[in-house]
């Protein structure tokens, strides 16, 4: 009974002392991370230990809070437009660092825009120009009105057939009747094609004739 007893002891002991090593062993560091230039808070900064992969974020405010059991040695702190900050620590203790980004500076070449000189229209030797320039001096030779007639004639048409039919359709029952129209394919407006026409409409103007006087 009092063997039992010892063990439970010992075994409470030993399980307090790790306990207690665990605590003393873990590092804490806290802190704010501003901008060095405007002392303003930087929120969403990641902040880790380096060579683990233990990392947190600063909040709104600019502040963290980051923890780890192991023997971490080195903070640190990288964000978007700034210059990654490397903080020495004590590992196994609980410390404060406030950490001032430093900004990258980034300097854009200087760029100069300059007018360059229009070069002026010239119509000398441009085709476009001297055509234009022959119509308008025979814009009235060029009048309807003065040939001895005008004469102008216009035709349309519009078809819709079907497509290769077969030649079997007329025998049944219900398409005897249009046998005719069945008949009536074309084969010439679309060479190795068989057209059927069902719908034609044709419009035709006569010949004007203006006769001068």
């Known amino acids: 009974m009092n063997l039992k007893y010892c063990c ?30 405007t002392k303003k808070t930087l929120p969403f900064v990641a902040i880790s230990f380096t060579g683990t992969t233990i990392g947190v974020n600063t909040d709104a405010q600019g502040q963290y809070t980051i923890s780890s059991n192991e023997p971490a040695r080195q903070l640190k702190a990288s964000f978007l437009g700034y210059k990654n900050a490397l903080i020495s620590i004590v590992p196994g203790k609980t410390q404060v ?21 229009k070069p002026k229209y010239r119509n000398k030797d441009n085709p476009a120009v001297e055509l234009i320039r022959k119509v308008i001096e025979n814009k009235e030779k060029n009048r309807p009105e003065n040939y001895a007639y005008v004469e102008y004639k216009e035709y349309d048409k519009m078809q819709f057939s079907l497509l290769n039919v077969s030649n079997t359709l007329s025998d049944k029952k219900i398409f005897r009747q249009y046998k005719f129209m069945l008949d009536n394919r074309d084969s010439t407006t679309v060479p190795g094609k068989s057209l059927l026409p069902f719908f034609l409409d044709e ?3 006569p010949i004007l004739l203006s006769q001068r006087a």
């Open 203 to 205: 419009k035709g103007i």
């Open 97 to 117: 660092f406030n950490i001032k980004l430093v900004p990258i500076a980034t300097q854009l070449n200087e760029v100069v825009v300059k007018s360059g000189k």
């Open 8 to 37: 439970r002891k010992l075994l409470l002991f030993t399980f307090l002392f790790l306990y207690s090593s665990i605590l003393f062993a873990q590092t804490i560091v806290s802190g704010t991370v501003t901008d060095a230039a």
